[in-house]
Every structure is written in C-alpha cells, then in structure tokens.
C-alpha cells in the first residue's frame, strides 16, 4: 500500500511536488511486475499515465490495460485484477483493453 504524503512546501506548488513523488513511488512498485493493470479514476489514470511517459518510459510499457472505476474496496480491486488476468492467461496473453 502506497500513500501520498502531505507535507506543506513553497518548493514547486506542494499538490505537484507530492504528486510527482507518489507517483515515482507506484512507478518504483510496478518496476517489481511483467504486466500491471491500471485502475483508478479516468482523471488518476490519465494523469498517471501522462507522469510515467514523461518520467518513466520503461514503466508505462509494463501496463497492458486501463481500467475506469471509481472507489473500489480492496477486496473489489483484488478480485477485479485477479479476473481480468485470469481471462488473459486464459488469451494466451492477448492485449486486451479494460477502458
């Protein structure tokens, strides 16, 4: 489990700086898988997209999948990733698009 952090800085507009730093945070994680799937908001996902072809080209090659929900329970999130790999091992790994 990651969390941004929210400490107060004049330093470049403190949402951005603590954006950028969680956001290299998750970048850092999923350095660790083959294949991730992106799920969030459709506004979160873009921006974080945007932030990893900017910052992390190599990163954004490792999602194979964009997914729209809004406030999943982990329980939800869990069970929604392990289908939609299931389904794709079940392709024989076939790009396929969540959005």
């Known amino acids: 489990h990651l969390h941004a952090s929210r ?9 951005v700086r603590d954006g950028h730093e969680f956001f290299g945070a998750l ?20 921006d974080f997209e945007r932030y990893m072809r900017k910052h992390h080209p190599d990163t954004v090659r490792r999602v194979v999948a964009r997914q729209t929900v809004d406030r999943p329970t982990p329980g939800e999130l869990a069970a929604f990733g392990r289908g939609f790999f299931e389904r794709r091992a079940r392709l024989g ?7």
Do not use: K
């Open 27 to 46: 970048c850092d994680a999923i350095d660790a898988f083959d294949e991730v799937l992106l799920v969030g908001s459709a506004q979160a996902t873009a």
């Open 93 to 99: 790994g076939v790009f396929e698009q969540a959005d």
């Open 7 to 15: 400490h107060d800085t004049r330093q470049h507009h403190s949402a």
